[in-house]
């Protein structure tokens, strides 16, 4: 691994972010990486140009386009808790940035079932001039709709418990917000005099993910118990089997941020 000091030519910059030499340049010319230092004719780089490749390359397999990842690189300022969580919303603004023609031409389905989607409240877009905008989350959920769609459950009576599901998760939410602001936000910063925004931003990257297993995790568990006992009468053996051969033990739920 390379020291911070270390002075690294553009060939090494280039193998350690696994990326040709020409896209490094590339890159340099569109203004996303700092150009190098220069000792009369050679170009030195350090790991600081390694890490800002890293990143852009994160961004750019999240679904960033170029000059996205430079717009934020322009107002992304990491100086201060503040300007971390205006970073975390730009970013989150950005990413929505597909329209609902291109969602369903994504996920393969006909543009009508996405905006059927979204009148039941199981899609959530923002308005930008005045078009609906998703993130790519919205392409995997589409896709996950169908994939039970197709083992034979009707699409319709799909999106109408989904709909009914997306209600109650709904208030479960609104209460683990309350939960959150009454019992961690108000304390963090309390023991920090610098930067408490800093402290909250740290929790919220640990906190979602082990939320979001959480709640998985539950709910798989509560669908295998529910099902089992529906089928306890020995009749359909078969699928008992394959209820037991689900449980929770052989379930890894992988949640990360990226």
């Given at each position: ?34 150009p ?87 899609l959530?877009?923002?308005v ?131």
């Open positions: 691994m390379e020291s911070p000091g270390q002075e690294l030519s553009v060939e090494q910059v280039a193998s350690a972010a696994d990326l040709n030499v020409d896209t490094v340049r590339y890159y340099q010319r569109l203004g996303l990486l700092e190098p230092d220069r000792q009369g004719r050679r170009a030195i780089y350090r790991s600081d140009h390694v890490d800002r490749l890293a990143e852009i390359r994160r961004l750019a397999d999240a679904g960033f386009t170029l000059a996205q990842i430079g717009r934020l690189a322009d107002t992304t300022d990491f100086a201060d808790g503040a300007g971390r969580l205006d970073s975390l919303a730009a970013r989150a603004a950005i990413a929505r940035r597909l329209t609902r023609a291109e969602v369903a031409e994504q996920a393969g389905v006909p543009e009508g079932l996405v905006a059927l989607l979204c009148d039941n409240g199981l959530e877009a923002i930008l001039d005045g078009e609906q905008r998703f993130d790519q989350g919205a392409v995997s959920m589409v896709r996950a709709g169908l994939a039970v769609s197709a083992a034979g459950v009707p699409l319709d009576e799909l999106v109408t418990l989904a709909a009914d599901h997306a209600g109650n998760v709904d208030d479960i939410v609104r209460r683990a917000i309350g939960l959150f602001e009454e019992h961690v936000k108000d304390d963090l910063g309390g023991g920090a005099e610098d930067n408490p925004d800093d402290d909250l931003v740290e929790m919220v990257h640990v906190l979602l993910p082990a939320v979001t297993r959480l709640v998985a995790q539950h709910f798989h568990r509560t669908l295998v118990s529910r099902a089992l006992e529906r089928v306890a009468d020995g009749e359909r053996r078969t699928l008992a089997d394959a209820l037991v051969a689900a449980d929770t033990d052989h379930l890894v739920v992988t949640c990360e941020w990226r």
